[in-house]
């Protein structure tokens, strides 16, 4: 069977070919949205014009049958228009009003989860994990499955002081946005590399291998035409294994999980905001991570109960300050809290003012 | 199929919230390749680590984007992932598709892949999870010629991504969508055939909430943002007040800047110490609206971890017009970003890394534009600073 | 300079430096530029790009960089070129 021509540098096809009608007529002209419920709104344009929103819980991972199913819901409902969030939620597009409460009927009764907007917790951003990438030091998705079946109602329903964006990233490579994440798990490591010499020597570059390290800790090694990594150094943050496959960061029975907290994008309030260290340390548990769970929710309890409302986390911490943070949470305060790294000058205590 | 007892995973198909499990299971009953795919995640769960290899080489002929290599380091136990590569698709700019379009997609997926997705991947590409080398070729054709290229990967441009902007939100103060795809279109060559020193990641929001965390992960972030007095509608702020929101405690007392007052009756700003961070219109979008001068900030640096700490982009530009006539600038001012990034930077140097190395200066320079105090939180301490010549002509 | 006399020298450099450093399509240009004064950027850019749309070359990635290499016999038997 003949293959169609290929074609280069066409780029992703012109978004406008899927926008519906009203948003092509309304376009950079929306007035106002009303969050109608927790999984729908609508949004108003100058116009009058009206373009009703359903959301749609989404695990990122789609089987073409579940996409194949939204796309027949999409085309019952909304003339076949629907989009995705830049948090992996699906949204469904619909002009007629009439058609809002069926759709949302229809969902529910084939088992969709519908929320996610307003001051509640949406889809979790995620990496690949076990799923699909080589230095995954944990699972990504499993965590989030067992983390989100805990935390639901904070999709479906019940509302927090503001926006609760967590995400899991299964290495310190971080795709996706932990780092700024109001809170996060993030997969560490805890035990110096090994290094398979004679592969060192046949498939890495040494200069790019030493330039890998951020603490220095990795030197050539002539005798061996390998490198050697000074233990006192290290840090564990696997980028030479990144560059360099035959030196092996991963250690299973060691290697576990971090929860940093606080983080944020938006400039609303204060500016955006770096997550910071928890927990240092849980091991995995597969299939169900339960520390980390109880960890997350008593951290969600404890902002819940404390912060004003429209307060993210990073705001409630910095307004009670850190030293109430771990009083508040129960977390221990541990030698890992403490920044030893780049950053270290900007975070130690500089006043002798501050609560027991 | 379904050949593999699968106890761990099943785990993860009990509880409330959609499972990967489940999806990756609808994929495995017709899919050999899904199926081998759930045997060995079964096996990551039961010893706690993964069996994918470093990416290899693949691709597809003249490119070297958007396909990464991909294989099982148990391929004699899992054949059907021994080869499981990604192909990523770029996205239409806001994620926006008809369901014609994607049951294409899913069709031509179907047919030479794994069935399985991420819709959509972190970077915003539209990931297609899992399939062979000989494959690639084929799936190259099938997409490409119904007007679907391939994404970045590697040291190239990366996928630019987007908000859902002026498409359907009140607060875009720029078309992200529509700067986001002629940055796409204009950087193909760059995002196909990777020349640069490492990754290089444009995003674009529409305004100071930044939906698609561009000031977090993007060496370019673009920031919607205005000039000029918030719109107030007193007659919604009244509306507000009687809806029972409590305007002084949850408004007023929350402005960073102290720059608002009620008086129980109406709205008052003091817009010229307004710092336009989004709160109060956020929160009262029928009585507020952004003034009417629109443009972007343009934010450079921004980086996860790796290597000496993660990064939040910083202000280079405060405010740029980008009206459709502007798109021309704004491409004119990345490319130049670009070109001094390309000319200084060290193999998997990114961005903001070298800014660290070189300073400011050369940056702004570079791209013409002019220091101000809108790029700083405050101006250095130390009194240790560079002349260069050109200071003393002045 | 005729273009395949620019192709043959980019193949030869890729050739001598393999194994030895993961060159990317820039420090080719610059070295063929270098050893050619009288060519410009775009000419031997040119060049290399009709050598990678024909498989005579690739772009290659490991070890977190992409870099241009010249491609395995498995690669050139799996695009249909010998």
């Given at each position: 069977?003949?293959?169609?021509?290929?074609?280069?540098?066409?780029?992703?096809?012109h978004?406008?070919?899927?926008?519906?009608?009203?948003?092509?007529n309304?376009?950079?002209?929306?007035?106002?949205?009303?969050?109608?419920?927790?999984?729908?709104m609508?949004?108003?344009?100058e116009?009058?014009?009206?373009?009703y929103?359903?959301r749609?819980?989404?695990?990122?991972?789609?089987?073409?049958?579940?996409?194949?199913?939204?796309?027949?819901?999409?085309?019952?409902y909304?003339?076949?228009?629907?989009?995705?969030?830049?948090?992996?939620?699906?949204?469904?597009?619909?002009?007629?009003?009439?058609?809002?409460?069926p759709?949302?009927?229809?969902?529910?009764?084939?088992?969709y989860?519908?929320g996610?907007?307003?001051?509640?917790i949406?889809?979790?951003?995620?990496?690949?994990?076990w799923?699909?990438?080589h230095s995954a030091c944990?699972?990504a998705s499993?965590i989030?499955?067992a983390?989100?079946d805990?935390l639901?109602?904070y999709?479906?329903?019940?509302?927090?002081p503001?926006?609760?964006r967590?995400?899991?990233?299964?290495c310190?490579?971080?795709?996706?946005?932990?780092?700024?994440?109001d809170?996060?798990?993030v997969?560490v490591?805890?035990?110096?590399?090994?290094i398979?010499?004679?592969?060192v020597?046949?498939?890495c570059e040494?200069p790019t291998?030493?330039?890998?390290?951020?603490?220095?800790?990795?030197r050539?090694?002539p005798?061996t035409k390998?490198v050697?990594?000074n233990?006192?150094?290290?840090?564990?943050c696997?980028?030479?294994f990144?560059?360099?496959?035959?030196?092996?960061?991963?250690?299973?029975?060691d290697?576990?999980?971090?929860?940093?907290v606080?983080?944020?994008?938006?400039?609303?309030?204060?500016?955006?905001?770096?997550?910071?260290?928890a927990?240092?340390?849980?091991?995995?548990?597969?299939p169900?991570?339960?520390?980390v769970v109880?960890?997350?929710?008593?951290i969600?309890?404890?902002?819940?109960?404390n912060?004003?409302k429209?307060?993210?986390v990073?705001?409630?911490?910095e307004?009670?300050?850190?030293?109430?943070?771990?009083?508040?949470?129960?977390?221990?305060?541990?030698f890992?809290?403490?920044?030893?790294?780049t950053?270290?000058?900007?975070t130690?205590?500089t006043?002798?003012?501050f609560?027991? | 199929?379904?050949?593999y007892?699968?106890?761990?995973?099943?785990e993860?198909?009990?509880?409330?919230?959609?499972?990967?499990?489940?999806e990756?299971?609808k994929?495995?009953?017709?899919n050999?390749?899904?199926?081998d795919e759930?045997?060995?995640?079964?096996?990551?769960?039961?010893t706690k680590?993964g069996y994918?290899k470093?990416?290899?080489?693949?691709?597809v002929?003249?490119y070297g984007?958007?396909?990464?290599?991909?294989?099982?380091?148990?391929?004699?136990?899992?054949?059907?992932?021994?080869?499981?590569?990604?192909?990523?698709i770029?996205?239409?700019?806001?994620?926006?598709?008809t369901?014609?379009?994607?049951k294409?997609?899913c069709?031509?997926?179907?047919?030479?892949?794994?069935g399985?997705?991420?819709?959509?991947?972190s970077?915003?590409?539209?990931v297609?999870?899992?399939t062979?080398t000989?494959a690639?070729?084929p799936?190259?054709a099938?997409y490409s010629?119904?007007?679907?290229?391939l994404?970045?990967?590697?040291?190239a441009m990366?996928?630019?991504s987007?908000?859902?902007g002026?498409?359907?939100c009140?607060?875009a103060n720029i078309d992200?969508?529509?700067?986001?795809n002629?940055m796409t279109?204009?950087?193909q060559?760059?995002l196909?055939?990777?020349a640069?020193?490492?990754?290089?990641?444009?995003k674009?929001s529409?305004?100071a909430c930044?939906?698609v965390?561009a000031?977090?992960?993007?060496d370019?972030?673009?920031?919607?943002t205005?000039k000029?007095?918030?719109?107030?509608?007193?007659?919604?702020?009244?509306?507000?007040?009687?809806?029972?929101?409590?305007?002084?405690?949850?408004?007023i007392?929350?402005?960073?800047?102290?720059c608002m007052?009620?008086?129980?009756?109406e709205?008052?700003i003091?817009?010229?110490?307004?710092?336009?961070?989004?709160?109060?219109?956020?929160?009262m979008?029928?009585a507020l609206?952004?003034?009417?001068?629109?443009g972007?900030t343009v934010l450079v640096?921004?980086?996860?971890?790796?290597?000496?700490?993660s990064?939040i982009?910083?202000?280079?530009?405060?405010f740029?017009?980008?009206?459709?006539?502007d798109?021309?600038k704004?491409?004119?001012?990345?490319?130049n970003?670009?070109?001094?990034?390309?000319?200084?930077?060290?193999?998997?140097?990114r961005l903001?890394?070298?800014?660290?190395?070189?300073?400011?200066?050369?940056?702004?320079e570079?791209?013409?534009?002019?220091?101000?105090?809108?790029?700083?939180r405050?101006?250095?301490k130390?009194?240790?600073?560079?002349?260069a010549?050109s200071?003393?002509?002045? | 300079?005729?273009?395949?006399?620019?192709q043959?020298?980019?193949?030869?450099?890729?050739?001598k430096m393999?194994g030895?450093?993961?060159?990317?399509?820039?420090d080719?240009?610059?070295?063929?530029?270098?050893?050619h004064?009288?060519?410009?950027?775009?000419?031997?850019k040119?060049a290399?790009?009709e050598?990678?749309?024909?498989?005579?070359?690739?772009y290659?990635?490991?070890?977190g960089?992409s870099?241009?290499?010249?491609?395995?016999?498995?690669?050139l038997?799996?695009?249909g070129?010998?």
């Open positions: 069977m003949s293959l169609p021509e290929r074609q280069t540098d066409v780029g992703p096809p978004f406008e070919k899927f926008l519906p009608p009203v948003i092509k309304n376009y950079g002209k929306w007035k106002y949205h009303e969050v109608l419920s927790p999984g729908t609508v949004h108003v344009a116009s009058g014009d009206e373009l929103t359903v749609v819980a989404s695990p990122r991972i789609l089987a073409t049958e579940t996409i194949r199913e939204v796309c027949d819901l999409a085309e019952k909304c003339d076949g228009h629907l989009r995705f969030t830049t948090r992996n939620n699906i949204e469904l597009l619909i002009s007629d009003k009439a058609k809002l409460d759709c949302v009927a229809e969902l529910k009764e084939k088992g989860m519908i996610g907007i307003g001051p509640r949406s889809n979790v951003i995620h990496t690949q994990g799923v699909h990438c944990t699972d499993g989030v499955k983390m989100m805990e639901h109602e999709f479906t329903t019940k509302e927090l503001n926006k609760v967590l995400a899991v990233a299964c310190v490579n971080m795709c996706g946005a932990v780092h700024v994440s809170i996060a798990v997969a490591h805890r035990k110096v590399p090994t398979d010499d004679e592969n020597g046949k498939m040494i291998t030493v330039g890998s390290c951020p603490t220095s800790a990795i050539p090694n005798k390998s050697s990594i233990e006192e150094k290290c840090m564990y696997g980028n030479c990144t560059v360099c496959p035959p030196i092996d960061i991963h250690r299973p029975e290697d576990g999980v971090a929860i940093v606080g983080g944020k994008i938006g400039s609303l309030r204060t500016s955006p905001k770096f997550s910071k260290l927990i240092p340390f849980f091991y995995n548990e597969p169900r991570w339960p520390k109880d960890a997350i929710k008593n969600i309890d404890v902002y819940a109960a912060a004003k429209h307060e993210r990073g705001e409630w911490i307004r009670v300050g850190w030293e109430d943070f771990f009083k508040l949470t129960g977390i221990e305060f541990t890992q809290h403490i920044d030893d790294f950053f270290m000058r900007d130690l205590r006043s002798a003012a609560k027991y | 199929m379904a050949k007892d699968t106890p761990m995973l099943d993860l198909e009990k509880g409330p919230w959609p499972s990967f499990v489940t990756i299971k994929a495995a009953k017709t050999k390749m899904s199926d759930l045997g060995q995640l079964e096996k990551s769960f039961q680590r994918w470093h990416g290899g080489i693949v691709g002929l003249g984007s958007g396909v990464i290599g991909r294989y099982s380091s148990l391929p004699e136990e899992f054949p059907g992932v021994a080869h499981f590569h990604t192909y990523r770029n996205q239409p700019s806001g994620f926006f598709y369901s014609a379009a994607l294409e997609i069709d031509i997926w179907d047919k030479y892949g794994s399985l997705t991420n819709m959509h991947g970077t915003g590409d539209l297609l999870l899992g062979t000989e690639l070729e799936l190259f099938e010629s119904r007007g679907w290229d994404g970045g990967s590697g040291s990366r996928t630019p987007c908000c859902v002026m498409a359907r009140e607060w992200a969508m529509g700067i986001c002629h279109q204009h950087f060559d760059e196909h055939r990777p640069f020193p490492y990754k290089f990641k444009i674009v529409g305004c930044d939906c965390a000031i977090a992960r993007a370019l972030s673009i920031i919607g205005w000029g007095n918030i719109r107030i509608d007193q007659a919604e702020v009244k509306k507000y007040a009687d809806g029972g929101m409590d305007i002084q405690s949850e408004i007392d929350m402005c960073p800047t102290d007052s009620y008086d129980g009756g709205i008052k003091n817009d010229v110490q307004c710092s336009r961070c989004m709160h109060c219109i956020a929160k979008t029928k609206r952004q003034g009417e001068e629109k972007a640096g921004s980086k996860a971890p790796i290597v000496v700490g990064l982009s910083w202000v280079l530009v405060p740029i017009k980008c009206d459709d006539e798109f021309e704004l491409t004119e001012l990345t490319e970003i670009i070109e001094w990034w390309d000319d200084n930077a060290k193999p998997r140097e903001g890394e070298l800014i660290e190395v070189k300073g400011m200066r050369p940056l702004l570079a791209v013409g534009v002019d220091p101000q105090p809108q790029q700083v405050e101006p250095r130390d009194p240790f600073f560079f002349w010549d200071d003393f002509e002045k | 300079m005729e273009q395949k006399e620019i043959d020298e980019i193949f030869a450099y890729l050739e393999k030895k450093k993961k060159l990317k399509e820039k080719v240009i610059k070295k063929i530029m270098a050893d004064a009288e060519l410009d950027k775009n000419t031997v040119t290399l790009r050598m990678i749309n024909v498989g005579k070359i690739m290659a990635y490991g070890g960089a870099s241009v290499e010249i491609p395995s016999e498995e690669y038997k799996e695009k070129l010998i």
